[in-house]
């Protein structure tokens, strides 16, 4: 069975500041992998997807997330902060088997402080 | 773009009414999903489809059911609504099996009282 993890239910960074948004996933097979963002009364929107094509995944808005399969790991960086970016972002792992299996973590709140 | 429609932002329905959510997708998608999401929890899945009159159970099916007649219309259906149903429902479809990203609807927020 897949799970995911995601430390930290509420990360707070400033403005400018190094985001990073941690992403632990458990699964029996080479796995897909997923980050989505939503803002507040808003569905999710795709940040970014790993396929096995680069461990390293650049997604839209500046963020970008490394693929460890030592670690098990998809955490989710951005150099630099924007206000605009506080919302909450979940990470989402499929396996590659039985097809549209997704596992969501439970998020992780970005606040931005000016 | 794909869109995913769902018929209402915001519902009110009291304690042991039949209530149906409602999503369209304009994309000709075959697969369709509905999650509950709740603080702390993340998304949960209910029930999702592969096909027109097709459905499979999710993690949490219990006191729902689903129906899907036409191809971008995914109805979920809470048959005795109660309060621990109260959330924010969200909707989603991909194109295929292929592991594509689901694409989501803004969700329907539900209080049942």
């Known amino acids: 069975a897949q799970s995911v993890t995601q430390l930290g239910s509420h990360v707070s960074v400033s403005e400018g500041a190094l985001v990073l948004l941690r992403c632990n996933y458990s699964?029996?097979?080479?796995?897909?992998l997923f980050w989505y963002v939503q803002y507040p009364n808003q569905g999710l929107q795709l940040l970014l997807k790993y396929t096995s094509a680069a461990t390293l995944v650049k997604g839209i808005n500046g963020f970008e997330a490394e693929f460890k399969k030592s670690e098990t790991s998809f955490h989710l960086t951005k150099p630099s902060a924007h206000m605009s970016d506080a919302a909450e972002y979940f990470c989402?792992?499929?396996?590659?088997?039985?097809?549209?299996?997704?596992?969501f973590g439970p998020g992780t709140r970005l606040s931005v402080l000016p | 773009d794909v869109k995913v429609t769902q018929s209402s932002r915001y519902l009110v329905k009291r304690t042991g009414e039949k209530v149906f959510l409602e999503c369209v997708q304009d994309m000709d998608h075959e697969n369709m999903f509905w999650y509950r999401q709740d603080p702390g929890l993340g998304l949960r899945l209910i029930y999702f489809?592969?096909?027109?009159?097709?459905?499979e159970k999710g993690d949490i099916p219990e006191g729902y059911s689903v129906s899907r007649e036409k191809k971008e219309r995914f109805s979920l259906i809470l048959e005795s609504a109660s309060t621990n149903q109260t959330s924010m429902y969200l909707c989603a479809s991909t194109p295929d099996r292929s592991n594509q990203p689901q694409h989501f609807g803004d969700g329907t927020r539900l209080s049942i009282l």
């Open positions: 989402a792992v499929s396996d590659r088997v039985y097809g549209q299996n997704f596992v």
């Open positions: 489809s592969y096909d027109v009159k097709m459905k």
């Open positions: 699964s029996s097979v080479p796995p897909y």
